[in-house]
């Protein structure tokens, strides 16, 4: 028991460091009040040891730097590489890997598990082959219309 557990800490203090390093980032880009809310989801997530919730906090955040620029992009690869030995773009192929276990699955289990194979499809359809594609949208419209 106690190993499991201080796997678990182990693994929502690693999260947590990838997190507050975006977050520390987004703050210099911009003084929008959201980004200190986050930071403060991200706080609250570890003193839980609530990895479900880190990584899905972790999800959000590659979210919103996928949407800044190619120079932001490389400011915050820079920013990650130096606090935490990892970049961006290597959050985004565990993303792609994550998604390839799933339709490997053939199920998606959990809301964030959707979300997460919904947002690779909005970000990989224009360059993804058609038969991936159509598997994909497969599982999410078997976990869409699933019973409640």
């Not at 987004?26 to 991200?42: G, M, Q, Y």
Request: glycine share 4%; net charge negative; aromatic share 6%.
């Amino acid at each position: 028991m106690a190993k499991i557990r201080a796997h678990r800490d182990a693994e929502a203090a690693e999260l947590a460091r990838w997190c507050l390093a975006v977050t520390a980032y987004l703050a210099t880009l911009s003084d929008d009040p959201a980004i200190d809310d986050f930071s403060n989801l991200v706080k609250a997530a570890l003193q839980a040891s609530s990895v479900t919730r880190l990584k899905s906090l972790k999800r959000d955040l590659t979210e919103w730097g996928r949407g800044l620029s190619a120079e932001q992009q490389r400011g915050l690869d820079a920013a990650l590489r130096a606090q935490t030995g990892a970049s961006f773009s290597e959050a985004e192929r565990t993303d792609d890997g994550l998604v390839d276990k799933i339709l490997a699955r053939g199920q998606i289990r959990t809301d964030d598990e959707y979300r997460l194979v919904s947002e690779w499809l909005d970000r990989t359809s224009d360059s993804c082959e058609p038969t991936k594609i159509a598997a994909v949208d497969v599982l999410l419209t078997r976990y869409g219309v699933r019973p409640s």
